[in-house]
């Protein structure tokens, strides 16, 4: 069983920061893409950001310089500060890993239950 626990969200005022987090936990063989999406409510699913095991980061073109995502691969946790926040940020925000569950096992994503993130004065 893989379970992803993600914590940090909370409310905080426009320009604020946020640090995300999101832990693996459960039995697996390897991580590959670790990565972040929002949904916001009467939206669809978005990517916020999107980290390679070797790196390689992307991040949706709303981020504009204002996110981070980042990895731990010895505790298989991912992460995700945001700085600058802004009203439209406000969403349920959630982690997403592309792994192997077992050794000869096919790939597979996993999802964690969310965080909420809401920005307000």
């Known amino acids: 069983q893989v379970q992803l626990v993600e914590s940090g969200g909370g409310l905080v005022q426009p320009g604020g920061s946020l640090r995300l987090s999101c832990a693996v936990s459960?039995?697996?063989?390897?991580?590959?893409?670790m990565g972040w999406y929002r949904q916001a409510p009467g939206k669809q699913r978005e990517l916020v950001a999107h980290l390679s095991r070797v790196g390689t980061a992307n991040y949706g073109d709303f981020v504009k310089d204002r996110f981070t995502i980042s990895r731990d691969n010895v505790k298989n946790t991912v992460y995700l500060q945001m700085n600058s926040l802004k009203a439209e940020d406000t969403a349920v925000y959630y982690c997403?890993?592309?792994?192997?569950?077992?050794?000869?096992?096919?790939?597979?994503?996993?999802w964690g239950q969310g965080t909420q993130v809401a920005v307000s004065s």
């Open positions: 997403s890993i592309k792994a192997t569950h077992t050794m000869g096992s096919s790939d597979a994503t996993y």
């Open positions: 459960g039995t697996i063989f390897r991580i590959h893409d």
